[in-house]
């Protein structure tokens, strides 16, 4: 049986693999930030959302568009401005706007917009709540705090899922992060919850009492510690070369690998590899 979540998060390596092959060959213009590594943060997330809660995503958000849509084409399609992009291939690679989920490239700028749209929630659909991704190197803008403070003042169902990788850019947390992340929660009186594991079930049990928290209006701050397995955007990574491999094998990122028989993993690689050969093959064909 192919494992909903396992697929999701395979799908996810696929993709970003993809687009770093596409980039090498020139075959993709711009810039892109790939998720290599932490595919197991939105798609644990997302089975603790509903699909009328918003979502704001960042500049490393591939991730986070995948495992609410089972949309990698339409991705693609908008990174390589083809025909079928999710948004007509205005957007790339960090500017998706799709029903209740919007991304930015603009580091800080999400947090205040998913503010304000937990103020609406709260007014017009209780129950429902926003949640934003930001990383570690976003506490490093001002933004975040005005819309912290906010948000604990005004009781907002506010979520804000930090994927602290532990670096922004080239900069390693210890060099641009005073204090911690829990303490600036503390600071305005937000829970902080540290996720320290891979295991998307664990991570759903452990979260759901603070998600259901934020939906009656108790915002919270969720701090993921993971690793980037790939370059912060293409081939631009000053850690040594074991920090950056992108071998999938790698425990920390999939636990669940370790639990199946290697066979039935490769059939299941095999299957999200395929997902996006597809339309590349269909659109080279042309
Ligand atoms: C306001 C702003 N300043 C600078 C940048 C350039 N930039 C893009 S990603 C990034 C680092 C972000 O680090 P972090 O928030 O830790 O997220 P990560 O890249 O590790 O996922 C920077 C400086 C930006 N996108 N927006």
């Known amino acids: 049986m192919i494992d909903a979540d396992l697929s999701r998060m395979l799908v996810i390596r696929a993709f970003e693999r993809t687009l770093l092959d596409l980039y090498g060959r020139g075959l ?82 999400s947090l205040p917009v998913a503010a304000g749209v937990a103020l609406h929630l709260k007014r017009a659909e209780p129950g429902r709540l926003a949640c934003a991704y930001i990383g570690d190197g976003t506490f490093g803008e001002g933004a975040v705090y005005e819309a912290l403070n906010l948000a604990a003042l005004w009781a907002l169902p506010l979520l804000v899922v930090v994927e602290n990788n532990g670096i922004a850019q080239s900069t390693p947390t210890d060099k641009h992060l005073a204090g911690t992340i829990a303490g600036r929660a503390a600071a305005f009186g937000l829970p902080h919850e540290l996720v320290e594991g891979a295991d998307v079930d664990d991570i759903r049990a452990r979260l759901a009492p603070l998600v259901s928290g934020v939906r009656a209006g108790r915002p919270a701050v969720v701090e993921f510690v993971t690793h980037r397995l790939g370059p912060h955007s293409k081939g631009d990574d000053t850690r040594p070369a074991h920090a950056v491999g992108v071998d999938w094998r790698d425990k920390y990122a999939s636990p669940r690998l370790d639990r199946l028989e290697a066979a039935a993993v490769s059939r299941i690689e095999a299957v999200a590899a395929d997902v996006i050969a597809r339309p590349l093959s269909r659109w080279e064909a042309r």
Do not use: K, W
């Not at 979502?55 to 401005?81: Q, T, W």
């Open 28 to 109: 993709v213009n711009g810039t892109t930030h790939t998720c290599l590594g932490q595919e197991y943060v939105p798609v644990a997330m997302e089975g603790l959302l509903d699909p009328a809660d918003h979502v704001f995503s960042n500049h490393r958000g591939h991730g986070h568009y995948l495992a609410r849509f089972d949309d990698p084409e339409g991705l693609l399609a908008e990174i390589m401005g083809r025909e079928g992009a999710v948004c007509a291939g205005v957007g790339g690679s960090q500017h998706i706007r799709r029903d209740r989920y919007l991304s930015t490239g603009v580091q800080g700028e």
